[in-house]
């Protein structure tokens, strides 16, 4: 039963290419996220969604835009992408804690999608 | 600002021998401390959470907030539990409502038989 989807488990990307990575959740979920994962460095939060059409900046937003037109639905864009960017990306969603109280304070992660940047 | 730290990238021990993983925050205010992990070739999961209190798979982690560490322990460790484990603080609420969570750099524990 998965409940976050990451539509391209692996892209390869020459450099200034312009990169879509898709998520979709069908929790109904309001909050979605993407991170990056690289090794010695963790998880670092690229954006956040916390509503349709909504968007804020994470720690490591350059290089990077995000859409959200639907709720269940947050894309991952890189403008032109650079070798740097060569990384796992994970797409989590999460309840609204303001509505659903701290036990909603959960994420859920996709599979993630590994990108190459050449 | 917030910050977790995970001292250890790798931490190897004996089938049977008891593990901790260390988990170090920075935070002013009342964080609420998580335990994320990654087996091989899976999605990233919750392990535990502070606010529930409970073992899971024989883990357990309890917040000490004069040290500000929530460190993560099990008595005898099991080949199962080789994994990638991530400790995240949830704390500074975001712009528009909801906690920003930040994770450390994780701990790749490797149970050897």
């Known amino acids: 039963d998965v409940k976050v989807t990451q539509s391209s488990r692996y892209l390869v990307k020459r450099t200034g290419e312009k990169v879509f990575l898709e998520c979709v959740q069908d929790?109904?979920?309001?909050?979605m996220f993407w991170y990056r994962q690289d090794p010695g460095l963790g998880l670092r939060l690229i954006y956040f969604?916390?509503?349709?059409?909504?968007?804020e900046k994470g720690d490591i937003p350059e290089g990077y835009s995000v859409s959200r037109e639907k709720k269940e639905r947050f894309s991952l864009i890189l403008e032109s992408a650079s070798t740097n960017q060569t990384s796992m990306y994970l797409c989590?969603?999460?309840?609204?804690?303001?509505?659903?109280?701290?036990?909603?304070?959960?994420?859920?992660f996709g599979a993630g999608s590994r990108l190459t940047v050449l | 600002a917030q910050r977790v730290t995970q001292p250890e990238k790798l931490l190897s021990v004996f089938k049977g021998a008891p593990v901790e993983l260390k988990c170090n925050y920075s935070?002013?205010?009342?964080?609420?401390l998580f335990w994320y992990v990654q087996y091989s070739r899976q999605r990233l999961q919750l392990l535990l959470r502070?606010?529930s209190r409970e073992s899971i798979k024989g883990f357990t982690a309890d917040l000490n907030k004069g040290e500000t560490s929530f460190h993560l322990k099990k008595p005898f460790a099991q080949e199962e539990d080789s994994a990638m484990y991530y400790c995240?603080?949830?704390?500074?609420?975001?712009?528009?409502?909801?906690?920003?969570?930040?994770f450390g750099t994780g701990t790749q524990l490797k149970v050897e038989l």
């Open positions: 969604s916390y509503d349709v059409k909504m968007k």
């Open positions: 935070y002013s205010g009342s964080p609420e």
């Open positions: 929790m109904d979920h309001e909050n």
């Open positions: 989590a969603s999460r309840s609204d804690v303001r509505r659903q109280g701290s036990g909603a304070n959960v994420l859920t």
């Open positions: 995240a603080l949830s704390g500074l609420i975001l712009t528009g409502g909801g906690n920003k969570l930040t």
């Open positions: 502070h606010i």
